[in-house]
């Protein structure tokens, strides 16, 4: 698939569904593949692992892997789903995996264990287009629909809610814990173009709408200095709000660079990725930006993440690649052995290891350090 291709299905503006008005509904989600999965709920954020998992690695039954001299090795696990494309990845509290399917139908959420075993939930909306997913301070799973201009929320029972944002053609992309413990979320299209914020119970207080119209707010995080961070995909620059609703926006040096996700690194700047700049940027909590180019042209940078030991990884959704980068701008980079995965999301598993996803694939990765960076 082309640049321009994996570009569009990564901006997701695809199908725009009309949601009138505010409400919320609720069901058990039924799942559509199980493998052997356990859904019995948390574990107080104490992950109890079998002697299946990686700390003694076992082989999931259709499984590949990739090592390089014993340094590290990448294990890839195909979905049991045709089509699933995994996308935006995260830990539970249930010490298991969950994920978003965004072009699945019907969409899906997905779950998975350490060891492979693999749920997949239904989402009542069957176009929703699920993007970002988190786990959220109240115990549940957030998520936001981006076709079908909803928040949703998932117990680790499978109970689904949905909330429909107060105007249609909101787009929600990203989520994240704001510096108040409430949810904080992008709405990226032109005729969206806000930061909101909700509630648990589903509450949409407050929308902002930005200084400038059309730059697509992308991802948000809260920063070390208790205000939002995003970035603005054609607005070309990084964005800073406070939970007031005061912007500031800081441009980037080099035109057209796309910054699409934004972390907070170890050393508490804020890091993000240029996916059409192909570059690794940090910003001060002051504004002022440095930029790190990737060794390999035409990469295509898509999600950046802390990894294990909090430090900073990136997938290359071109470059079929994972990267890490160190506070001091080094970059290694690790191929994938699927060509054409399509590596998207990141996140450190309840086994300490670097998860991701692989949306052309159809596989959800893992990649083990044997010797850690230091």
């Excluded at 997949?120 to 079908?148: H, K, M, V």
């Excluded at 796309?258 to 993000?272: E, H, K, M």
Aim: charged share 20%; proline share 10%.
């Amino acid at each position: 698939m082309s640049n321009s291709g994996r570009a569009r299905r990564w901006q997701v503006g695809l199908i725009r569904l009309v949601a009138v008005g505010v409400c919320a509904w609720t069901l058990a989600a039924a799942p559509v593949v199980a493998v052997n999965a356990d859904t019995s709920g948390g574990t107080g954020g104490k992950c109890r692992l079998s002697d299946s998992s990686p700390h003694s690695p076992g082989r999931s039954a259709g499984s590949t892997v990739k090592t390089d001299r014993h340094r590290w090795s990448i294990e890839e696990f195909p979905l049991p789903e045709p089509n699933s494309t995994p996308l935006v990845i995260t830990q539970g509290r249930d010490c298991a995996l969950w994920f978003t399917e965004v072009f699945a139908t019907p969409s899906r959420i997905g779950r998975m264990t350490v060891d492979g075993d693999v749920t997949q939930y239904a989402l009542p909306t069957p176009d929703a287009r699920p993007l970002d997913i988190l786990a959220a301070p109240d115990g549940n799973l957030w998520f936001t629909e981006y076709s079908a201009n909803r928040i949703g929320r998932l117990t680790y029972d499978g109970i689904l809610t949905e909330f429909v944002l107060p105007h249609p053609d909101s787009f929600p992309a990203f989520i994240t814990v704001g510096p108040d413990r409430a949810l904080w979320f992008t709405e990226r299209e032109a005729t969206g173009n806000r930061i909101g914020r909700m509630t648990y119970d589903g509450t949409v207080t407050h929308e902002f709408t930005l200084p400038r119209p059309g730059v697509r707010p992308a991802d948000i995080v809260t920063g070390p200095d208790g205000n939002l961070w995003f970035t603005e995909l054609a607005g070309n620059a990084i964005g800073r709000m406070t939970p007031q609703g005061v912007f500031t926006e800081f441009p980037l040096p080099n035109p057209d660079s796309s910054p699409n996700t934004i972390i907070v690194g170890p050393d508490r700047n804020l890091w993000f990725v240029e996916t059409d700049g192909n570059r690794v940027g940090r910003i001060t909590p002051r504004g002022k930006i440095t930029e790190f180019a990737l060794p390999h042209p035409g990469s295509f940078p898509s999600v950046i993440a802390l990894g294990p030991h909090r430090q900073i990884w990136f997938t290359e959704l071109d470059g079929n690649r994972l990267g890490h980068i160190t506070t001091r701008g080094v970059i290694r980079e690790y191929d994938i052995p699927t060509p054409q995965s399509g590596p998207r999301g990141l996140t450190v598993g309840p086994d300490g290891q670097l998860w991701f996803t692989e949306l052309d694939a159809n596989n959800i990765g893992r990649l083990t350090m044997h010797h850690p960076h230091r």
